[in-house]
């Protein structure tokens, strides 16, 4: 049982919840450094995952029999946390998806209906490529044009520059709150605010900040938001997807089957009410309620203090990085979370990504899904580091050994 705590003090307790990190890996104990990649998995989460199939497997909002309105009742209980957690208007704005790539792609493919060749759209410089290419097929299906947000040297993106890019032929804006190559947390509620001046919504993709701080998709006005349960704790093959209700209406359903329908002739068939409507199929049932008990962890665990405790541990191994010769951090906003993208002189990431593997040390090495990002900085990659609120001083001092000899041995 986990209590909200500090956790600096309670950092072993912590840890022992997540069975992974007392791993070997090439053997020696595994460091793992990557969890703007995926984190780890607590005990609870998976104990929640194999008490699912052990006594409750079954189809959900069909069978009258007893498993199945339990399984119902549990998923729809998870929908209202996630509803509660970003602060929804109503439990039906929260649809389950497989991930942040399915959510931007429900969205994308929706907005083909309402573009044409006259209209805008546009993206910034510091996305994942999950929030680029989907928009790029809705380019080519409706001839839109998108026009991209730029950024300076230090990662963060111009706003200046963003207001000269809308105009009333702008119809959606589509921006990370975190990137994840750099770390850097933009100014989201400038850009909803400026976006709805012009009549454009706004889609947010928050993988990478649902599990640094909380989120309040009232406040924001945001029209969606979407993330991935796997980056907060959660299994992998979930995501969420809150939208406004009055744009979940209007836009059209995006894949057929059971589940999602209201009636079904072959004449016609009429679609069923928010979520349903978005969730053809038999989802991840699970995983899903799986994913609220990760939810409820990360909040027994504190948001604050969760925030406080990464921040510590990036000022700390940022300063250790910053003495190792020849080292270049990429992405110094201010306000970021703990994500470091670097590289150290000539070295090709690859090579030290390697080295450090034989160590049991988990980093993650090129272009991050971000690649418009590298072309900026004219490098072909980075070395990210990650930290998650289960990773440590030690950890980093490790690291910060390895890298030392690693950057010997190469160069
Ligand atoms: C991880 C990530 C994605 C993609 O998430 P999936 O779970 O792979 O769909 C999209 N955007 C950002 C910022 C991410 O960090």
Redesign the pocket.
């Known amino acids: 049982m986990i209590f909200k705590m500090n956790i600096l003090n309670n950092i072993e307790s912590i840890r022992k919840e997540f069975p992974i990190l007392n791993t070997t890996v090439n053997g020696n104990k595994l460091i793992y450094l990557d969890n703007?990649?995926t984190s780890q998995t607590p005990n609870c989460v998976i104990e929640s995952i194999s008490s699912y199939y052990k006594n409750l497997n079954s189809n959900i909002h069909r069978g009258v029999h007893t498993l199945s309105q339990i399984a119902t009742e549990k998923y729809e209980d998870t929908r209202k946390k996630f509803s509660n957690h970003f602060n929804a208007r109503s439990s039906s704005e929260i649809i389950f998806t497989s991930?942040?790539?399915?959510s931007i792609n429900l969205v994308s493919s929706g907005f083909t209906n309402f573009l044409d060749d006259k209209d805008e759209i546009i993206v910034s410089q510091l996305e994942?490529h999950?929030?680029i290419v989907p928009w790029q097929m809705l380019c080519e299906k409706t001839g839109a044009k998108m026009k991209v947000i730029p950024m300076n040297d230090k990662g963060e993106l111009d706003l200046n520059a963003f207001s000269n890019l809308l105009s009333d032929k702008t119809k959606i804006v589509f921006v990370?709150h975190?990137?994840?190559a750099l770390g850097t947390v933009n100014n989201i509620q400038e850009i909803i605010e400026k976006s709805h001046q012009v009549g454009a919504a706004v889609l947010i993709?928050g993988?990478?900040a649902v599990p640094h701080f909380k989120v309040d998709v009232r406040k924001l006005d945001v029209d969606f938001y979407v993330c991935?349960a796997?980056?907060f704790c959660g299994p992998t093959g979930v995501?969420i997807l809150y939208g406004k209700k009055e744009w979940l209406e209007k836009l059209p359903a995006y894949q057929g089957g059971g589940e999602m329908i209201d009636e079904v002739t072959f004449e016609k068939t009429t679609y069923s009410e928010l979520p349903n409507k978005f969730e053809a199929g038999t989802p991840n049932i699970a995983g899903v309620i799986a994913s609220g008990i990760a939810l409820d962890y990360i909040n027994t665990i504190g948001l604050e203090n969760i925030k406080e405790y990464e921040d510590y541990l990036l000022n700390y191994a940022t300063e250790k990085l910053l003495e190792i010769d020849g080292m270049k951090i990429y992405g110094e906003s201010k306000n970021k979370t703990s994500v470091i993208s670097f590289n150290i002189g000539s070295i090709h990431p690859y090579d030290i990504g390697s080295l450090i593997d034989n160590l049991g040390i988990a980093v993650r090495t090129g272009h991050h899904?971000a690649q418009p990002i590298m072309d900026f900085f004219k490098i072909p990659g980075t070395i990210r580091i990650s930290f998650c609120f289960y990773n440590t001083t030690e950890e980093i001092d490790t690291l910060i050994n390895a890298l030392k000899k690693a950057s010997t041995m190469l160069s």
């Open positions: 703007a990649a991930g942040t790539t399915h994942h999950s929030n990370n975190v990137s994840n993709d993988a990478q991935s796997h980056k995501g899904c």
